[in-house]
């Protein structure tokens, strides 16, 4: 028997270790859909792997939870901005029946314990190629939440292109590692619906560079939400001529390792409420009750790393994640036919 450790790189704070049988391997795709490095409370069972919790730095201090309705000047000084949580944006009785719906469609195993429903076209973010594929629009029975966003002034000319339900539950370990979501096709508005439990979504300020993700593209197109509202998007008949500004240095990071994005922590804390802000220890915690309905934007899209860590699901736990395009895919051909198979409902 030996040990291996994986660490983590996005989340430094977190170590993770695990013992595995010598005839056992994680190199391999798993019955219970765990690949490569991931594995799930189902797979670390059946090889033999004792995944350890992750383990936190001790200074508690560097862990900030966000509150839905007070004062948030500690995250601020962190940088943190670009997030609208919604309560209750459903009712009580319209979780019960969705849920029921959602559960009378087919699940998909995925990685690390999760299971998914996806409903939108097939995209290779390498290669940046992107298939309708049998993308024939959306559940009928969801249809009224897409509709409910024009309620949102945030959302407004939201149109949804991809619509992935995932489930979380403790019995399987359901994880989702640090990343940010695709910036090629992906458009700055992240949408996510919260179902059956509280959870948190876990956010750490992303310190490598433009090659992942896509993000170069993202100075390329013009920023959709500007100062708190929605200034481009050619549905609703919206233009803006500027890209979003990123708040780092991203060329002096990759030369020296650094991470620069509290310029004027100074100005912003004067009484030194926050401290040891190094960008590599600490993290932001946001919490989302049932019901409620998350939007990720500007500096929280693009500049922060999210991720659902296995200790904080307690309960079964669904969400439905919602993506628009990117402007340049919105008056491509390949864009017109997304939209024509999005406006389906079944």
């Keep these: 028997m030996f040990i291996v450790f994986f660490s983590i790189k996005p989340f430094s704070c977190i170590c993770y270790y695990f013992q595995i049988q010598t005839n056992k391997t994680m190199n391999t795709t798993r019955p219970c859909g765990c690949k490569g490095h991931r594995s799930c409370a189902v797979c670390e069972a059946d090889f033999g792997i004792v995944g350890a919790k992750p383990v936190w730095l001790d200074n508690k201090d560097r862990i900030y939870y966000y509150d839905l309705g007070g004062d948030n000047l500690k995250i601020e000084t962190l940088g943190l901005s670009g997030l609208q949580v919604i309560p209750e944006f459903i009712s009580k009785e319209e979780e019960i029946a969705l849920v029921k719906d959602m559960d009378a469609l087919p699940w998909d195993k995925s990685q690390s314990g999760r299971r998914k429903q996806n409903y939108g076209p097939k995209t290779n973010f390498k290669k940046k190629k992107v298939k309708i594929g049998e993308f024939k629009g959306f559940p009928q029975t969801t249809k009224y939440i897409q509709d409910r966003f024009s309620t949102v002034d945030l959302l407004a000319g939201y149109r949804t292109v991809e619509q992935c339900s995932i489930e979380y539950t403790p019995e399987t370990g359901s994880s989702i590692d640090p990343h940010i ?49 929605v200034v481009h998007n050619p549905v609703v008949g919206k233009l803006f001529d500027k890209p979003y500004t990123f708040s780092r240095n991203y060329n002096q990071q990759e030369k020296t390792g650094a991470h620069t994005y509290i310029e004027n922590n100074e100005k912003k804390d ?77």
């Design 181 to 229: 979501d695709d910036c090629w096709i992906w458009g700055e508005r992240i949408v996510q619906l919260n179902l059956l439990s509280s959870t948190y979504l876990a956010l750490k300020p992303y310190t490598g560079n433009h090659d992942r993700y896509n993000l170069k593209d993202v100075e390329s197109y013009p920023a959709t939400i500007h100062n708190g509202s």
């Design 270 to 346: 004067p009484e030194n409420k926050v401290k040891n802000t190094d960008q590599s220890e600490f993290m932001v915690k946001i919490p989302l009750p049932p019901r409620s309905l998350l939007i990720m934007y500007g500096n929280s899209r693009y500049e922060w790393e999210h991720a659902v860590l296995r200790q904080d699901i307690s309960d079964r736990r669904l969400i439905i994640a919602y993506r628009e395009l990117t402007p340049p895919y919105l008056p491509s051909d390949e864009g017109v036919e997304i939209l024509e198979q999005a406006n389906k409902f079944w």
